[in-house]
């Protein structure tokens, strides 16, 4: 867990995935942001929002080594109990994730520290890096409680292209789930 004491001063949650677009908590400023040291990557096995223990989705995690561009969401210092604990409770329920305070750095260049979350690459729902086929077959294929999983990808996407980012990867992997979409939609019975 994170230090209480350094987490008293935490004013920014640093946001890569589904907290881009659905924070779920008030927030006083929104700016782009990178993180180094991660990557964002479909890593962890989803048993709830995007898929179900029968047909497990991938979500993002940030994983060690590159860099990720994200959001910084910076919340007033009176609320962080509040939005700390509903992260926690949205982020820690059977995932992968640990929570983690992080130096992001805003576009203007100036650093913040962010709480956020990053893999735990010793959980069972760990699934480390299973390739862009593997991956797309996963994504394709799951459901969850919040959608399909491939709307997550999506979502994704989108977001990081209206900061006026590119994720290769991402992207990469979209073109193969695009790909088993037509195959499916052929009637290849995927």
Known sequence: MVDAAALSTVEWVFAYGSLMWNPG???????SAALDGFHRAFCIY???????????????GLDKGGNCRGIA????????DAVVAYLNERELTGYAYRPAIVTATLENGQPVTAYTFVTDPTHPQYAGDLGPARSAELIMAASGQSGLNRDYLIKTLSQLELLGFRDDAL????????HLTGLLDQGSGI
């Open 25 to 31: 908590f008030a927030y006083t400023d929104r700016q």
């Open 46 to 60: 989803s048993h709830h929002y995007r898929g179900t223990p029968a047909k497990p989705g991938l979500v993002l």
């Open 73 to 80: 969401l910076r919340f007033a210092p009176a609320d962080r």
């Open 171 to 178: 992207h990469a992997l979209l073109a193969r789930v695009q």
